[in-house]
T-cell receptor, first 114, second 112 residues
């Protein structure tokens, strides 16, 4: 089955720790995205990548970092610099240059800071 | 600044009725508008896309309209069912961008 997976589903972090959220897709999509969703809020863009070895900051990139070494993988690191990281994190992928195509979302990772 | 507004209050309707959800926007010239469904604790799932030169799009019990003069999209679910209960997100995208902007979503609750 083609799809996009995220792990872990739940993640707990102590203050001051960095944590990495995994996102993998086998849809052969060039573009990948990371969003953050807070209760009652829309999706806010953290980072996006349109091609391997290239990525751009979204609206709320501070305190986060990403890498795109492989087409199928786009991990997100939540650093200790992110002051309020507790949220639901969603990864998505999409065919590059395809406005008429939808984004495919993973199941999400819920991060809680203890 | 660009703004997308979806009704923050939940929409409660009776099974079998038509649900109508609204997405309004300001300071935006979207070329594409998409609707997604999101269930609690899950990622959004794509439903429909409509382009700026299209007035209406249908898919089974779903219908989307797009009025660029009113800066509004309406999303209709006919013959609604309790299984349609979810949060529905609209997302807008400009022609020169590959980054959609999402609204906060509206919760739909269909009562049996």
């Amino acid at each position: 089955d083609g799809g996009i997976t995220q792990s872990p589903k739940y993640l707990f972090r102590k203050e001051g720790q960095n944590v990495t959220l995994s996102c993998e897709q086998n849809l052969n999509h060039d573009a990948m995205y990371w969003y953050r969703q807070d209760p009652g809020q829309g999706l806010r863009l953290i980072y996006y990548s349109q091609i391997v070895n290239d990525f751009q900051k979204g609206d709320i990139a501070e305190g986060y970092s990403v890498s795109r070494e492989k087409k199928e993988s786009f991990p997100l690191t939540v650093t200790s610099a992110q002051k309020n990281p507790t949220a639901f994190y969603l990864c998505a992928s999409r065919e590059q240059g395809a406005h008429y195509n939808e984004q495919f979302f993973g199941p999400g990772t819920r991060l809680t800071v203890l | 600044s660009q703004k997308i507004e979806q009704n923050s209050e939940a929409l409660n309707i009776q099974e079998g009725k038509t649900a109508t959800l609204t997405c309004n926007y300001t300071n935006y010239s979207p070329a594409y508008l998409q609707w997604y469904r999101q269930d609690p604790g899950r990622g959004p799932v794509f439903l429909l896309l409509i382009r700026e030169n299209e007035k209406e799009k249908r898919k089974e019990r779903l219908k989307v309209t797009f009025d660029t003069t009113l800066k509004q999209s309406l999303f209709h679910i006919t013959a609604s069912q309790p299984a349609d209960s979810a949060t529905y997100l609209c997302a807008l995208e400009s022609g020169g961008s590959y980054i959609p902007t999402f609204g906060r979503g509206t919760s739909l609750i269909v009562h049996p």
